[in-house]
């Protein structure tokens, strides 16, 4: 099983002081391992293979929890809770334009007021037009980790960053798309690199 990078800040102390705790006090030893195994399964990077038809895949597990249209363009937000993976995936195949972070809050990502959160903004120039993946900080997800750089060229499904302990990713669709081009509906679960959001 592949992890995502920086797995190791958690469980390695957490794993170092099981070890310990187990001679001193076993309880914690316990609890400490069970934490360690957590960390682990949280921080679980899968393998995803992007569907045959074409069209826009989310760029998160969970469920999606935002559509709405901003300025002519719609976004789509996928809320994720701590039991989905968290390795955000590119949303179309295309070349990275800029990359950058916003300071801003930590309110829970399913909120209303998630959109004034810490958040990463990357633009991707796609064949047809300009796409915005936005990873957006929750309550208790502190570090967002965007593994892309301007320039960079992209694959649809390819890997672009994570985010650790609960949060949510959107994607801007570039202009000339409408909800009827939406294949999804607010609630539905979906995968990140697998499902089709969006197709025209």
Known sequence: MQFAPGYRRFAVPAFVGAAISAFVFPPLG????????????????????PPDEPGVVSPADGHVSVIRVEDGRIRVGVFMNVT???V?????????RDVTHRPGAHKPAFSKDSDKNERVDIEVESDDGEYEVSQI????????????????????????GHIDFGSRADVLLPEGFSSEDLTVEKGETVRAGETVLARR
């Not at 316990?30 to 957590?38: D, K, M, S, V």
């Not at 955000?88 to 990275?96: C, I, L, M």
């Not at 309550?139 to 694959?155: K, N, Q, S």
């Open 30 to 49: 316990a609890a400490l391992l069970a934490f360690g195994a957590f960390v682990l399964w949280f921080f679980r990077d899968p393998e995803r293979s």
């Open 84 to 86: 989905d993976v968290h």
């Open 88 to 96: 955000n995936r590119a949303p179309v195949p295309g070349t990275v």
């Open 137 to 160: 900080a929750g309550a208790f997800a502190r570090r967002i980790h965007p593994y892309v750089a301007t320039g960079d060229e992209l694959a649809r499904g390819d890997r672009i």
